[in-house]
C-alpha cells in the first residue's frame, strides 16, 4: 500500500506536523511525500532526509507559491493515480486541502486520526473527544488527515530517499492571494511547544493577561496560548487559540490561567502531560484534569509565581 503525505512547510523547512502524519502513513505501508510550492529546493530536501520515507515528489511552480489548497489538490489527485491513501496533517491548511482531495475523488474523508488500526480501520474522536470512534471505509482510496499529538513525530534526519519532480497541474483559478499578516513569533509555536501558558477571560483585560501571562510564559520559555472567551473579547488574536475550534496540543507542561474548563477547551489540550490549573473556583470543571491545581485569586497567585521562577 503506498500513502501520499502532504507536506506542510514554510518555504524554507518542513513543519512538525509533517513528521507527526508521516509516523501515521507509515502505519499504512511505503510512505511518499507531495511537496507543493515555488522556489522549494531546500523543502524537498529536507523532506528527503525523514526516516521512513521513500520518494518525494516535487512541483515546483508559481501556482502553488502560496499552496492555495484549490490549486494543490487537483495535483494531489493527479499524483492518487499510484497511490492508495493521501494523508495531511489535521491543521489549518491540511483541513483546507484534504477535503478538496477527497471530493475530487469522490470518497469519504476521515478526519482528525487518533490510530491507525489497519489498512481501512482506524479510530477519531466524537463528542469533543469524549469518546472514540472506529471508523471502517470500504473506499478504494483513503483520504485523512491525522491528529499530530496522537503519533511520535519521524526523525527529521537518516532518511536516505529520492526526489522525482512532478509536473504542475496548473492554476485553477478558483482563489486568489491576496496577502497575508503574519505575525512575528518571539515564543515557541503552540502546535510544538514543550510548555504552554494559556490564559482565560477570567483575566479581565488585554493589557492584565499581557502583563500576567506573557512574564510567566518567558519564565518557561513556553508558548502563549488562550481560551475562546478570551480571544472573542480581543485580549489576543486568534492564532492563540487552544480547543476543538483552536489549535489542538499536548505539551509536556499546560498551565491553565483562569480558564474555567470548557469542554470546548478540554478538547484542545487535554492530552497534555502535566496540567497546571489557577482559578478562584474550587468547582471549575478545570480542576477534574489538572495534575497540579491552585485555588485562589491569579491576580496574586501569577505574578508571585512568575517571581520565584
Known amino acids: 500500500m503506498k500513502t501520499l503525505v502532504w507536506v506542510e512547510h514554510d518555504g524554507?523547512?518542513?513543519?512538525?506536523?509533517?513528521?507527526?502524519?508521516?509516523?501515521?502513513?507509515?502505519?499504512?505501508?511505503e510512505v511518499h511525500l507531495l511537496v507543493a510550492?515555488?522556489?522549494?529546493?531546500?523543502?524537498?530536501?529536507?523532506?528527503?532526509?525523514?526516516?521512513g520515507v521513500g520518494k518525494v515528489h516535487v512541483a515546483d511552480d508559481a501556482a502553488y507559491a502560496h499552496q492555495l489548497a484549490e490549486n494543490v489538490?487537483?495535483?494531489?489527485?493527479?499524483?492518487?493515480?499510484?497511490?492508495d491513501a493521501f494523508v495531511a496533517p489535521a491543521t489549518t491548511t491540511g483541513k483546507a486541502l484534504a477535503p478538496r482531495v477527497a471530493a475530487l475523488l469522490d470518497v469519504m474523508q476521515i478526519s482528525d486520526v487518533l490510530s491507525v488500526e489497519g489498512e481501512?480501520?482506524?479510530?477519531?474522536?466524537?463528542?469533543?473527544?469524549?469518546?472514540?470512534?472506529?471508523?471502517?471505509?470500504?473506499?478504494?482510496?483513503?483520504?485523512?488527515?491525522?491528529?499530530?499529538?496522537?503519533?511520535?513525530?519521524a526523525a527529521a534526519e537518516g532518511g536516505s530517499g529520492m526526489i522525482e519532480a512532478v509536473a504542475a497541474t496548473g492554476d485553477t483559478g478558483l482563489a486568489t492571494f491576496e496577502g497575508a499578516e503574519i505575525a512575528a513569533l518571539t515564543r515557541p509555536e503552540l502546535t510544538s511547544a514543550r510548555v504552554i501558558v494559556s490564559g482565560g477571560r477570567a483575566l479581565g483585560s488585554g493589557e492584565k493577561f499581557h502583563e500576567l501571562i506573557e512574564p510567566l510564559a518567558d519564565k518557561l520559555g513556553a508558548a502563549v496560548g488562550a481560551s475562546r472567551a478570551a480571544v472573542d473579547a480581543g485580549y489576543v488574536p486568534n492564532?492563540?487559540?487552544?480547543?476543538?475550534?483552536?489549535?489542538?496540543?499536548?505539551?509536556?507542561?499546560?498551565?491553565?490561567?483562569?480558564?474555567?474548563?470548557?469542554?470546548?477547551?478540554?478538547?484542545?489540550?487535554?492530552?497534555?502531560?502535566?496540567?497546571?490549573a489557577i482559578n478562584k473556583d474550587e468547582d471549575a470543571p478545570i480542576f477534574q484534569v489538572a495534575d497540579v491545581g491552585l485555588v485562589g485569586d491569579l491576580f496574586k497567585i501569577v505574578p508571585e509565581l512568575t517571581e520565584k521562577l
Open 120 to 153: 481501512d480501520t482506524f479510530t477519531r474522536p466524537i463528542y469533543a473527544g469524549n469518546a472514540i470512534a472506529t471508523v471502517q471505509t470500504r473506499d478504494a482510496k483513503k483520504v485523512l488527515t491525522v491528529r499530530g499529538t496522537a503519533f511520535e513525530k
Open 12 to 29: 524554507q523547512s518542513v513543519k512538525d506536523a509533517t513528521l507527526s502524519a508521516v509516523t501515521a502513513a507509515a502505519k499504512l505501508g
Open 239 to 276: 492564532d492563540y487559540q487552544v480547543g476543538q475550534t483552536g489549535k489542538i496540543v499536548a505539551p509536556e507542561v499546560y498551565v491553565a490561567v483562569g480558564i474555567s474548563g470548557a469542554i470546548q477547551h478540554l478538547a484542545g489540550m487535554k492530552d497534555s502531560k502535566i496540567i497546571v
Open 37 to 51: 510550492g515555488q522556489g522549494v529546493d531546500a523543502v524537498a530536501q529536507a523532506a528527503v532526509k525523514i526516516a
Open 73 to 83: 489538490a487537483p495535483l494531489a489527485v493527479e499524483l492518487m493515480g499510484h497511490h
